[in-house]
């Protein structure tokens, strides 16, 4: 029989990043792809923009947190990770979701770049019209 643990999963998206996250209670730690969050994240921005879900339910230092990223760049999977977060969070506790739900932490960002088009340069970019 499986030994029950006080770990939660979730799924996080943006852009082409996809992010399994699993927290439980512990002393803050954040391991992603083997590798603790400051290392593997190179800028203290998008170090951050993860921490920001932490900081608006107050629980930094509260929770550890283990994650897969695959796909997308350093922004993208940052943003995964942020959602991934959050998402967990209220399956761990329902009553954080309004907060998270005011700071728009649970709207999975859609926006995705926009693939080129036959005939075209780019995804809008037009060749030069020449009339003669």
Same mark, same amino acid.
């Given at each position: 029989?499986?030994?029950?643990?006080?770990? &939660?999963?979730?799924?996080?998206?943006?852009?082409? !990043?996809? !992010?399994?996250?699993? &927290?439980?209670?512990?002393?803050?730690?954040?391991? &992603?792809?083997?590798?603790? $969050?400051?290392?593997?994240?190179?800028?203290?921005? @998008?170090?951050?923009?993860? !921490?920001?879900? @932490?900081?608006?339910?107050?629980?930094?230092?509260?929770?550890? &947190?283990?994650?897969?990223?695959?796909?997308?760049? $350093?922004?993208?999977?940052?943003?995964?990770?942020?959602?991934?977060?959050?998402?967990?969070?209220?399956? %761990?506790?329902?009553?954080?979701?309004?907060? @998270?739900? !005011?700071?728009? %932490? @649970?709207?999975?960002?859609?926006?995705?770049?926009?693939?080129?088009?036959?005939?075209?340069?780019?995804? /809008?970019?037009?060749?030069?019209?020449?009339? /003669?």
């Amino acid at each position: 029989m499986a030994k029950k643990t006080e770990e &939660i999963w979730a799924t996080g998206r943006r852009k082409c !990043a996809v !992010a399994r996250v699993r &927290i439980k209670p512990g002393t803050g730690v954040a391991v &992603i792809n083997g590798k603790a $969050m400051n290392e593997y994240f190179p800028s203290e921005a @998008l170090c951050g923009y993860v !921490a920001q879900v @932490l900081q608006t339910v107050h629980f930094e230092g509260k929770i550890d &947190i283990a994650a897969t990223l695959n796909g997308g760049g $350093m922004a993208g999977q940052a943003g995964a990770l942020r959602h991934g977060v959050a998402r967990a969070l209220i399956l %761990m506790d329902e009553t954080l979701r309004p907060a @998270l739900k !005011a700071a728009g %932490m @649970l709207t999975r960002d859609a926006r995705v770049k926009e693939r080129k088009k036959p005939g075209q340069p780019g995804a /809008r970019r037009r060749f030069q019209f020449s009339k /003669r």
